[in-house]
């Protein structure tokens, strides 16, 4: 079917448009399922918080998300726990026996300060593929306009290949308000400055995902959604849905 005039999709390895999935345990067989209906439309998946570390079958899941050419790796937090407990290299060293070639730096818990952050990306770019996130799940710390341009500015210089904004898996923090409220202003003022292409804007919900789509574009970077998700996304992504049903109108923004 080629019939209808949509907005244009990246495909195949994008480098951007990328659909960056959360998984919370899902069990092989099901995942299985999604992937043969769905594997096409995901580019990466994170394996979240630390259940990498318990899950038995780690390997087979990590394998199956390759065989459909996703990019899987580890949540940020496991991350931050191995650096709380000064197990960095061990963790390397786990990563690289898995397969996984994708990094998340973080300071979504703990408070590890940028320039460390920096330094670490700077070393650890030279054997895997770097992604930071920027911003706290810790609601009442705040953070400047200022701040949030220069530290995710300042990571992909370090040579991140992409920067997270902080959402959170239930959309309450970060780059959102307590409440889910989308934090607009910050949203417009980092990509007036900065290239979107390079952001990862963590999105789990719908409607959180119909405003990225609509504020920046088709080809927007979204992470954190839910694996049952990745299909409703694409719609709303080619304006197939009724709250993005316009897009392809609007020209300027399809990235």
Not at 70 to 85: A, S, V
Not at 167 to 185: A, N, V
Not at 225 to 242: A, F, I, M
Request: with cysteine; charged share 25%; net charge negative.
């Amino acid at each position: 079917m080629d019939f209808l005039t949509l907005p244009e999709r990246t495909s195949g390895n994008r480098t951007y448009g990328l659909t960056s999935v959360i998984d919370f345990g899902t069990p092989i067989g099901e995942l299985e399922n999604i992937l043969s209906d769905y594997g096409y439309i995901i580019d990466i998946a994170k394996i979240g918080i630390g259940s990498a570390y318990v899950t038995r079958n780690i390997e087979k899941k990590i394998e199956l998300y390759k065989q459909y050419q996703i990019k899987p790796y580890c949540g940020g937090t496991l991350f931050e726990k191995c650096f709380y407990q000064n197990k960095i290299p061990e963790y390397l060293t786990f990563l690289n026996n898995l397969g996984i070639e994708w990094i998340e730096i973080s300071n979504g818990t703990l408070d590890i300060p940028l320039q460390e952050r920096l330094q670490m990306i700077t070393q650890i770019k030279k054997n895997f593929h770097v992604i930071a996130e920027v911003g706290s799940k810790d609601t009442a710390k705040e953070m400047s306009i200022v701040d949030w341009k220069e530290e995710i500015s300042l990571s992909l210089n370090a040579g991140c290949d992409y920067v997270i904004t902080e959402g959170r898996d239930s959309g309450t923090s970060g780059i959102y308000e307590k409440s889910g409220t989308i934090k607009s202003t910050l949203i417009q003022e980092l990509i007036k400055d900065i290239d979107s292409r390079k952001i990862i804007f963590e999105a789990p919900t719908p409607k959180q995902q119909m405003y990225f789509i609509k504020e920046v574009g088709t080809n927007v970077n979204l992470g954190n959604v839910k694996l049952q998700d990745v299909l409703v996304l694409e719609t709303q992504r080619y304006g197939l849905r009724s709250e993005t049903f316009y897009l392809e109108e609007d020209e300027c923004k399809l990235l």
